[in-house]
């Protein structure tokens, strides 16, 4: 098998990542010309009976959805993503959860392509919004609900100050990836406050990945879970 794809010499396509690493290849769609994009995600289709698509803009997004009409598109509206796959294609599960916190509602995209590609990976997800501390009081809900579900990982996101990560790494004993946004305005803003804050957090057991990096922050999550998961089921992975 061929693992790299020449896309009319404007791509080269890793489509052997997710045999070799359980990584798939995602697409970036920003900045890539419609019908390069097309042609893109239809070899990744051929290919491995899936593509996933991220950061794509309105145009782009009426352009899969039409090209693929006949497969499966699911879309993630906050995230400006979808995955199409093949009807030969089933999801793996593999017995992994990753709980996925965020501060507010702004940060519900990044923290939605992180949902994305961890379910991809085969986790089952738990999503909980806008539990930001500015009214500290929302996260006691939202965070006893991770805990009942037994996540192996959390993903918490947050822009402005970057708080909400410190607060939870100091209240339980499960591994962390903190996200920041750039959500923030004026002096510090764009995320670097956030992501400043987050780098020095005191709280142990939390790691850090760049500002909006909600892909980046989903595969270290589901490799994570999906290692614990191997490990108490003993098993590998099933399709459901």
């Keep these: 098998m061929n693992v790299i794809e020449n896309v009319s010499n404007v791509a080269k396509l890793d489509v052997g990542r997710e045999v070799r690493r359980n990584t798939p290849e995602i697409v970036f769609a920003e900045g890539k010309a419609k019908n390069d994009l097309i042609e893109i995600c239809v070899r990744m289709l051929e290919k491995n009976g899936r593509v996933i698509a991220t950061r794509l803009n309105d145009e782009q997004i009426d352009a899969l959805t039409t090209r693929f009409k006949k497969s499966a598109v699911q879309k993630f509206p906050h995230a400006r993503s979808v995955v199409v796959t093949s009807d030969t294609r089933h999801r793996m599960q593999s017995g992994g959860k990753i709980g996925v916190l965020t ?3 702004v940060d519900l995209a990044v923290a939605e392509e992180a949902t994305m ?8 997800t738990f999503l909980e919004a806008d539990a930001g501390v500015a009214g500290i009081h929302r996260l006691v809900q939202p965070l006893k609900a991770m805990i009942e ?5 959390l993903i918490v996101v947050a822009g402005r100050e ?6 939870v790494a100091g209240l339980v004993d499960i591994p962390l990836i903190a996200v920041p946004t750039s959500s923030g305005y004026g002096y510090g803003g764009g995320g670097e406050a956030a992501l400043m ?3 020095q957090a005191c709280s142990l057991g939390l790691a850090v990945v ?6 980046a922050a989903g595969v270290v999550a589901a490799q994570i879970a999906n290692r614990v998961a191997k490990a108490r089921s003993g098993r590998g992975f099933k399709v459901q």
């Design 210 to 215: 760049n500002i909006d990096s909600g892909i």
């Design 149 to 153: 579900h037994d996540v192996d990982c």
């Design 103 to 105: 501060a507010g509602t």
């Design 197 to 199: 804050a987050m780098l």
């Design 162 to 167: 970057g708080a909400l990560p410190t607060v």
């Design 117 to 124: 590609i961890a379910q991809e990976m085969g986790c089952e």
